[in-house]
């Protein structure tokens, strides 16, 4: 199976950056692919943006043009670019990788915090 860890985040101000990093481990051979969840205090988690095992990206509406997921070339660490942060984007970031016949391995969070 595959584990996660997600590093990066952070205290910063509106319309800074911050770069998520998601460290994956194991069997890389039966990810299908990886994403970037959030969840807000008192909302649901919702899917900030994804990557597929064929390099195929796909991003909530919310995060289009601000954010970019990418990958190093031995697909073992997924990044988060943030730019443009907004203070609605405060949230607990979590990395998940859908494997196949194991389901959907996450991370423990980490914390991105943005002040108006």
């Known amino acids: 199976q595959v584990q996660v860890a997600e590093s990066g985040g952070g205290l910063v101000q509106a319309g800074e950056s911050l770069r998520l990093s998601c460290a994956a481990s194991?069997?890389?051979?039966?990810?299908?692919?990886v994403g970037w969840y959030r969840q807000a205090p008192g909302k649901q988690r919702e899917l900030v943006a994804i990557i597929t095992r064929g390099g195929s990206t796909n991003y909530a509406d919310s995060v289009k043009g601000r954010f970019t997921i990418s990958r190093d070339n031995a697909k073992t660490t997924i990044y988060l670019q943030m730019d443009s942060l907004k203070p609605e984007d405060t949230a607990v970031y979590y990395c998940a990788a859908d494997q196949i016949r194991y389901g959907r391995a996450w991370g423990q969070g980490t914390q991105v915090t943005v002040s108006s």
């Open positions: 194991g069997s890389m051979s039966i990810i299908n692919a």
